[in-house]
């Protein structure tokens, strides 16, 4: 990279030989030590730059632990031990999810239509690409706000150590149940956990706040008070012996008492709930 903002990029050695570089000008670059820059295309050609702002996390202070619950209908379903509660709603991200699989299945209707390769087949390849492009950085603003609004609450909490639900396995075993229909298979293909727990660790960790993984097996499924199980489809976990709670606040409970007690206790603290949506 040179003062006058031209910047060569290595495209590496190929067949013993070193390529020649691609020559670009940029104005405005970040300030700070520049790490790496890529030059990448997404319906257009952009540079991707990684530097240092020269922030620095925060160290680890104790504080309260926070259980999280990942959800499909709600992002995230929180419960701190001071009784504090905070649902997401993941009604946005599900309609942006919808909504790219409808436009999806217009256009790959179409090329069926007309010839591989010709104008025709070329514009709707476009038009696909377009609306992959689109709905990716949609996705990605919702979920960078939901996880803000999270960390938000957590640092208004005095959280110190945040407990997740290990997901990884619920898309593995959903596949293997036969008769699970296409309605709760697209569901489930739907839900990005992954992306949330990436975003976390990172936005937590600039915080001094540590983020840790715990087994989740039954812990929406067991009532804290006589230790049964019972599987509910409404949005309110309720138990014969009286005990009832929001199903992602029942989850998000269990977990963070399997977490600090090892064992699935009920909380004596009250609980007050928030509820946030993604404008």
């Not at 570089?21 to 700070?32: E, F, K, R």
């Not at 259980?67 to 419960?79: K, P």
């Not at 596949?175 to 660790?201: H, P």
């Amino acid at each position: 990279m040179y003062e006058n903002g031209k910047i060569e990029l290595s495209m590496g050695i190929h067949n013993g030989k070193r390529e020649k570089p691609i020559i670009a000008y940029a104005s405005n670059l970040p300030q700070g030590m520049i790490k790496e820059i890529e030059c990448c295309y997404d319906n257009g050609w952009y540079l991707a730059v990684t530097y240092e702002d020269g922030q620095e996390a925060k160290a680890y202070q104790p504080g309260r632990s926070v259980g999280v619950d990942l959800g499909e209908i709600h992002t995230m379903g929180a419960f701190c031990e001071n009784g504090q509660a905070l649902l997401i709603t993941g009604r946005k991200v599900r309609s942006l999810h919808r909504l790219r699989n409808k436009k999806l299945t217009e256009i790959q209707r179409c090329p069926s239509k007309c010839q591989k390769g010709s104008r025709q087949w070329k514009k709707y390849e476009r038009a696909k690409r377009y609306v992959l492009s689109k709905s990716e950085r949609q996705l990605r603003d919702a979920l960078h706000k939901t996880t803000k609004q999270f960390v938000d609450w957590c640092l208004a909490q005095s959280g110190s150590d945040v407990y997740i639900g290990k997901v990884e396995g619920v898309q593995r075993n959903t596949r293997k149940k036969k008769r699970a229909n296409r309605k709760q298979a697209q569901k489930i293909s739907n839900w990005s956990f992954g992306k949330v727990k990436q975003y976390l660790a990172y936005k937590l960790a600039q915080h001094g706040i540590r983020l840790k993984e715990v087994e989740e097996a039954y812990t929406s499924q067991t009532c804290p008070v006589c230790q049964k199980r019972r599987k509910v489809s409404t949005r309110t976990f309720a138990c014969s012996c009286g005990y009832e709670e929001h199903r992602d606040i029942h989850g998000a409970r269990n977990i963070l008492s399997k977490a600090v007690h090892q064992n699935i206790i009920p909380w004596k603290v009250p609980t007050k709930l928030t509820y946030l949506r993604i404008a």
